[in-house]
């Protein structure tokens, strides 16, 4: 694995450290201490200032959700659409259970503090579809028809955000165990064989 820039270290930074405090709770001067990157380094690389950090914390996001979904599909075994969604319920389920819950999902955090932004709303709103595309090329690559493919990806995804948003409050990873369970048999009927 290559070693990242100080930039990329910072808009990595940036994510984690918004899924832990939000928006309003994550200074740039918190983002270059986290990143272990040169203090002039956030002016070079971000002349639009936080904004801009956090739209491209938002495009990093939406890029590893991708990976994670083909990673996902590719290790299922049986290659089916409750697995698929049992796995990315688990990633969340292991790290509350190893780290604890103090952190979430980036998106919900700076939607929820920065809804008044229309550049970071749309941002955000392109890295959900962006993570909703492949979930729903996933869903019909394992047999259910496209017109399906995308409202069940719609509903994966909600019901995912919701339940990370109820253990993260609850403390409890019990809201994830359960989306999972009740829509698996949904999930799986969608399947045309």
Not at 6 to 16: D, I, K, L, N, T
Not at 27 to 37: F, K, N, Q, T
Not at 73 to 97: N, Y
């Amino acid at each position: 694995m290559t070693e990242r820039s100080p930039r990329e270290r910072m808009v990595y930074s940036a994510a984690q450290l918004i899924r832990a405090h939000g928006v309003s709770g994550t200074s740039l001067r918190d983002v270059v201490a986290h990143a272990r990157a040169p203090r002039g380094s956030l002016a070079h690389y971000f002349p639009g200032g936080k904004e801009q950090l956090v739209a491209e914390a938002v495009a990093w996001t939406r890029r590893y959700v991708g990976r994670q979904v083909s990673r996902f599909v590719a290790a299922l075994d049986p290659p089916v659409p409750s697995g698929l969604f049992r796995a990315m319920a688990g990633q969340w389920r292991d790290e509350f259970t190893s780290a604890g819950f103090g952190r979430g999902c980036p998106l919900v955090a700076i939607t929820a503090g920065e809804a008044d932004n229309d550049s970071v709303r749309e941002a955000v709103r392109d890295a959900f579809d962006g993570w909703q595309r492949p979930v729903a090329a996933a869903l019909t690559d394992l047999g259910v028809p496209a017109e399906r493919a995308e409202p069940l990806a719609l509903l994966m995804i909600s019901a995912l955000e919701g339940a990370i948003v109820l253990a993260r409050v609850r403390r409890d990873v019990e809201p994830l165990d359960t989306v999972v369970a009740e829509l698996a048999p949904l999930l799986d009927a969608a399947v045309v064989t």
